[in-house]
T-cell receptor, first 112, second 113 residues
């Protein structure tokens, strides 16, 4: 089955700096890659997603890149703010259904 | 539009008992997926239901089962509870015909003692 690896597991950045989280996946049939943010005690929420026919997608301070050949995708957060502190999850989906395989999560701490 | 709701929000059970959790999807969403979240194993897919049929299944033992009703509401059941079943159980609803975006409910925190 699909396997998603996520790095780093923790990331500490200074406010205003950029944060980058990287994920690799194993199944070349994966075609949908969402990123979710989970604040302490809350549910995961989708922040951005990308499909296999797109190489890059941007939404304000957040961007995601996808390299299908290398089977990896990354989340970039620019101009980080304290409210960006949370756990971020990457995921991959291979089927027409809604089965997401998640990475292990990255705990991001933005220091003011 | 109301979000995904899950009941109960918190539950304490004893080893060997069984439990049923409920999930009501966003109106119009016909796909419901269930996930288990633990500190050690992270977020793991349990199963997905669409049109009252299990469409996808994760790698969990047969003690974990689910079903979906004609109004798209879903339940999951865990029989013969073990201490390791203590977790946050999240359901997510989606429009299966579209972008696969999943909307998560608040979760049910299950503690097995």
């Amino acid at each position: 089955g699909e396997n998603v690896e996520q790095h780093p597991s923790t990331l500490s950045v200074q406010e205003g700096d950029s944060a980058v989280i990287k994920c690799t996946y194993s199944d070349s049939a994966s075609n949908y890659f969402p990123w979710s943010k989970q604040e302490l005690g809350k549910r995961p929420q989708l922040i951005i997603d990308i499909r296999s026919n797109v190489g890059e997608k941007k939404d304000q301070r957040i961007a995601v890149t996808l390299n299908k050949t290398a089977k990896h995708f990354s989340l970039h957060i620019t101009e980080t703010q304290p409210e960006d502190s949370a756990v971020y999850f990457c995921a991959a989906s291979t089927t027409a259904g809604n089965k997401l395989t998640f990475g292990g999560g990255t705990r991001v701490l933005v220091k003011p | 539009k109301a979000g995904v709701t899950q009941t109960p929000r918190y539950l304490i059970k004893t080893r060997g008992q069984q439990v049923t959790l409920s999930c009501s999807p966003i109106s119009g969403h016909r796909s419901v997926s269930w996930y288990q979240q633990t500190p050690g194993q992270g977020l793991q897919f349990l199963f997905e239901y669409f049109s009252e049929t299990q469409r996808n299944k994760g790698n969990f033992p047969g003690r974990f089962s689910g079903r979906q009703f004609s109004n798209s509401r879903s339940e999951m059941n865990v029989s013969t509870l073990e201490l390791g079943d203590s977790a946050l159980y999240l359901c997510a609803s989606s429009l299966p015909e579209s972008s696969y975006e999943q909307y998560f409910g608040p979760g049910t925190r299950l503690t097995v003692t």
